[in-house]
């Protein structure tokens, strides 16, 4: 394990060596950028999970065991697939596991239904060059809704940068397998529920899990800019929210996080909760994951 971790920008600058970095942002001509258009598909699609979430409500769609499917796949997709998966091992690279693994953490998070991966990867990766600025995908300063849910719903500026924050996952197999096929694997995994636990496991098991996992990712890049407490002195607007890190295992504490982006570890007190961070030392253990790269706390010291 790596103490005391001096953050560096390795990770942030792939494809950017002809890009003037100054005080950790890349500078940009950001008034020469479009205005972003409404992406059609995407408020389609949006719309209709939500409406397919309220089938919740339908007495018929309800049973415990369908709800315990909802439960057991938010924490594989959110916890190991989008926490652990597409955040800290595909986009900080905080750890090093087998590549076997790492799959497995990818898979997990492409049938979150968040968009393809290299996107969430490279969108994040610009989100921390630029935070709270221009170039950022989701500006906290635009607003709630935009830095939440309206982001997505437009395109992206930057978008044809993309490929430069991507370079190393970029030509993966895998990663483009689980990048071109994300919506079809989703669509396996409905067929699956059904022929299991019938519309009930459909219903809480991709249309009610997503949802939940949707908004609790969201809250992210809104309310932790927005709520919550600052630890760090980061030049941006984030912030540590407790209710935010429950919904996502840990990703609430998003200040900690900005200030430390490399580390593994987003809890830096011993009450803000971390489960990610858990399953990270237990993998640790197990000679399973190497590398880990951490900051030494208050209480370390």
């Known amino acids: 394990m790596q103490s005391g971790l ?20 890349a500078m940009a001509d950001y008034h020469l950028l479009p205005v972003p258009k409404p992406r059609a598909e995407v408020i389609t699609g949006t719309v209709a999970l939500h409406l397919a979430a309220l089938l919740a409500f339908v007495p018929s769609n309800f049973s415990w065991s369908a709800v315990g499917v909802a439960v057991a796949l938010h924490c594989i997709t959110i916890g190991l697939g989008i926490s652990l998966g597409f955040h800290r091992l595909a986009t900080h690279r905080s750890l090093r596991v087998p590549k076997w693994l790492e799959y497995f953490f990818i898979l997990c998070g492409t049938l979150a239904a968040q968009g393809a991966v290299k996107g969430w990867v490279g969108y994040h990766r610009m989100h921390h060059l630029h935070s709270d600025t221009d170039g950022d995908p989701h500006d906290s300063t635009r607003g709630f809704f935009w830095s ?9 500026p930057m978008r044809s940068k993309l490929p430069r924050f991507t370079q190393d996952i970029d030509r993966d197999p895998f990663y483009t397998f ?67 890190a429950l919904l996502t295992f840990g990703e609430g504490w998003h200040n900690n996080h900005h200030a430390h982006q490399s580390s593994a570890r987003f809890g ?26 951490t900051v030494r706390t208050a209480s370390e010291s």
């Open 148 to 156: 939440h849910i309206s982001w997505l719903m437009h395109g992206v």
């Open 178 to 244: 689980c990048h071109n096929y994300y919506i079809p694997l989703q669509l396996a995994l409905a067929i699956a529920l059904y022929a299991w636990g019938g519309m009930p496991f459909v219903v809480w098991g991709i249309f009610v899990r997503l949802f939940v996992g949707f908004h609790a990712t969201c809250f992210v890049n809104s309310a932790c800019h927005l709520w919550g407490y600052r630890s760090h002195n980061s030049p941006d607007r984030s912030t540590n929210c407790w209710w935010v």
């Open 6 to 25: 001096q953050d560096d920008q390795s990770t942030l600058e792939l494809g950017l060596g002809d890009r003037a970095i100054g005080n950790g942002r």
């Open 268 to 293: 830096s007190r011993w009450w803000e909760l971390d489960l990610v961070w858990h399953v990270v030392q237990l993998l640790q253990a197990l000679g399973l994951a190497t590398q880990v790269k």
